[in-house]
Structure formats: structure tokens, C-alpha cells
């Protein structure tokens, strides 16, 4: 009764795992609500509420000193940083949470870790993109027009945080059967400390020699930094590279890879007893 027919070419093997995916991306969206579109209204109403809070708190103390190096909208600037740092730290819950090799969706042929995995992967990427053009189509007609300098160089950062940010999500996956309890708190302590360390807020130029060695190792703090080199003419970087934070996730990638294959093969029911 239940078969599943298996592709004879390499072509028709690669249209059934991409229809996969659409799939289990329609599923992953359609968790977060009952309806998707509401799934990515609230995406975009998390985004305005976090910028008009560092817009509210910005007004109020003035003008950073970053800020006031670029010289330019004070909106857009809260919006390069808010935007990158929404997508890296959503990708890295997302793919953590993705499952595990005892998730009884991988038992069903064709379905498989690494579907799941592209699945939450490019759900978040979706949703956060729609966000985004939505928030930045709003805003230039209702409010003021946004100019980017750069749109492609911008968007490739937003990618690279999206990237990095399932990077992270990897290697924490992959610890997760071994160390629960241990990686829950790893991506809490992540994510909190991207609260302060991923430079939002402010600009690498403006930071001394002491205070950008306690930001440096963050490869979202360059992405963002870097981010707004491409969005502002008045701002050229000098003390970030968005090679670096490639480099980061291309190492955390195989190292996540190799240890999800690893635990994979390891994998026990029994060790849902121990969540």
C-alpha cells in the first residue's frame, strides 16, 4: 500500500529531494501559526517592536558616536543591524532545534536529517526575507524613501549571517544528544551574548584597540559591521572582514556535518530518557 518509487537518474532524484524540501519548508513555516501568513506578520511585528525600542532608547541618550561617524538614517542604521541579527540568531534556534536521528519524521523513507535541516534552514531565510522587503517597502513609502548604497553587497551579508547562524545551530545539534542540558545553555548564553557583542548598536571604526578585542571574535559583529559599509556611501570599515566570518562558518559547518554523522550512527532511543 505505502511505496515509494525510487528515481532512476540523478536529475529525477534531485527534483523529488527539492520538492521534499518545499514541502517540509511549507510544514516548518506552518508550525510557527496555523497560518502562514500570520506566521510572517509576526516575524515582521517582532522586527518594528526591537527597532522601535533601540530607536526609542537611541532618541533618548542622543546620537551614538558610531552613529554620528556614518552620518546617515538613523532607521536604516537600527534596520542593518536589527535585521542581520534577527536572521543569524533565529537560524541558530532553528537548525538546534531541527531534531535529532530519533525524530520519527526521518523514519519515513524519503525523508532525512539532512531535509529537516534544509528545511528549518531555508524557512527561516524565507520568513525573514519577506519580512524585511515588507518592512523596507512600507517604510519608504509611508514614511521616507530608504536609499542603500550597495543592495547586492547588503543582501550578501544578510546571507552570510544566515549562514553562519546555521553553522552555529550545526555544531550545537550535533552536541545535543550528547550534552542536553549543556546546549540548552550554550544557546541561551549565545544568544544573549549577541545581544551586546554583535555591534548593533554601533560601529567597529568607532571602537578602540582594548574594546574591539572583546568583539572580534563574534563573526556576526563583522558581518553587521561590514552590512553597513555596503548600506552607507559615508562609511568604509576598517577593522572587520566579512571574510573572517565565511571562513568561521565554513569550519563550523564541516565540524557540525562530521559530528551529526557521528551522532547519527551513535544514536540510541534511549536517549530521549535523558532530555
Given at each position: ?6 528515481n ?11 520538492e ?19 506566521a ?5 511585528v ?9 530607536y ?14 556614518i ?15 534577527l536572521?543569524h540568531?533565529?537560524?541558530v534556534?532553528?537548525?538546534a532545534?531541527a ?8 523514519l519515513?523513507?524519503p525523508?532525512?536529517?539532512m531535509v ?7 524557512g ?42 546555521c ?7 550535533a552536541l ?10 550554550l544557546?541561551n ?13 554601533f560601529?567597529?571604526n ?10 572580534a571574535?563574534?563573526?556576526?559583529f563583522?558581518?553587521?559591521d561590514?552590512c553597513?559599509?555596503?548600506v552607507?556611501?559615508n ?5 572587520t ?18 559530528g551529526?554523522?557521528?551522532t547519527?550512527?551513535?544514536?540510541s ?7
Open positions: 500500500m505505502f511505496h515509494f518509487k525510487r532512476q537518474s540523478l536529475l529525477g532524484g534531485a527534483f523529488t529531494t527539492a521534499l524540501i518545499f514541502h517540509a519548508v511549507v510544514r516548518n513555516i506552518r508550525s510557527q501559526h496555523s497560518n502562514a501568513v500570520m510572517i506578520l509576526i516575524n515582521i517582532q522586527v518594528v517592536l526591537l527597532v522601535t525600542a533601540f526609542i532608547l537611541m532618541t533618548l541618550i542622543g546620537r551614538m558616536t558610531g552613529m554620528a561617524k552620518r546617515g538614517e538613523m532607521v536604516l542604521f537600527l534596520l542593518s543591524g536589527v535585521f542581520l541579527f536572521t540568531i533565529k537560524s534556534t532553528a537548525i532545534g531534531g535529532s536521528g530519533n525524530n520519527p519524521m526521518t519515513h523513507s525523508m532525512t536529517m529537516m535541516l534544509s528545511a528549518s534552514a531555508f527561516i531565510l524565507y520568513t525573514q526575507l519577506i519580512s524585511i522587503l515588507v518592512i523596507l517597502f512600507v517604510y519608504s513609502v509611508a514614511v521616507s524613501p530608504l536609499v542603500i548604497q550597495e543592495p547586492g553587497g547588503a543582501f550578501g551579508m544578510l546571507l552570510l549571517a544566515w549562514f553562519t547562524g553553522s552555529v545551530g550545526l555544531v550545537l545539534l545535543k544528544p550528547w550534552f542536553p542540558n549543556t546546549v540548552s545553555i544557546k548564553v549565545y544568544r544573549r551574548l549577541n545581544m551586546i557583542f554583535s555591534g548593533k548598536m560601529v567597529g568607532a571602537l578602540g584597540g582594548f574594546m574591539l578585542t572583546l568583539f571574535w563574534n563573526p556576526l563583522h558581518i553587521i561590514q553597513r559599509g555596503f552607507f556611501r562609511y568604509f570599515p576598517r577593522n572582514s566579512w571574510e573572517y566570518a565565511l571562513w568561521v562558518g565554513i569550519v563550523l559547518t564541516m565540524i557540525g556535518l562530521l551529526e554523522f557521528y547519527r550512527r551513535q544514536v532511543k534511549s536517549w530521549d530518557a535523558r532530555r
